[in-house]
Nanobody, 127 residues
Framework: QVQLQESGPGLVKPSQTLSLTCTVS??????????WSWIRQPPGKGLEWMGG???????FNNPSLKSRTSISRDTAKGQFTLQLSSVTPEDTAVYYC???????????????????WGQGTQVTVSS
């Protein structure tokens, strides 16, 4: 059974860089998963795709975030990470990591677009 778990700070100050880690477990069950994404949901809004990393190592970012995102992976540790720079209160959201068998690059996300989701972690940007 594949499991994803987000970790990181719950509170970040404006202008700082947010760093989140997704730890993946499931061993051989992850073999068919080719795409690993970061998705967020601001209060009262829908799910927004932020970026992802393909099993080949290619990284894709949502252009709407104006190059503030950086996504990387540590295969040996079974982790992939998100860094979001120059955060503002508008970046307050529940942040999810997710994984699937299909490469998806659309900003609007549905739960069914991915096979596995983490439980989500609340991040608040406030001074």
């Amino acid at each position: 059974q594949v499991q994803l778990q987000e970790s990181g700070p719950g509170l970040v100050k404006p202008s700082q860089t947010l760093s989140l880690t997704c730890t993946v477990s499931g061993g051989s069950d992850t073999t068919n998963l080719i795409y690993w994404s970061w998705i967020r949901q601001p209060p009262g809004k829908g799910l927004e795709w932020m970026g992802g990393i393909h099993s080949s190592g290619s990284v894709f970012n949502n252009p709407s975030l104006k190059s503030r995102t950086s996504i990387s992976r540590d295969t040996a540790k079974g982790q992939f990470t998100l860094q979001l720079s120059s955060v503002t209160p508008e970046d307050t959201a529940v942040y999810y990591c997710a994984s699937g068998r299909t490469l998806r690059l659309t900003s609007v996300v549905a739960r069914s677009d991915y096979d596995y989701w983490g439980q989500g972690t609340q991040v608040t940007v406030s001074s």
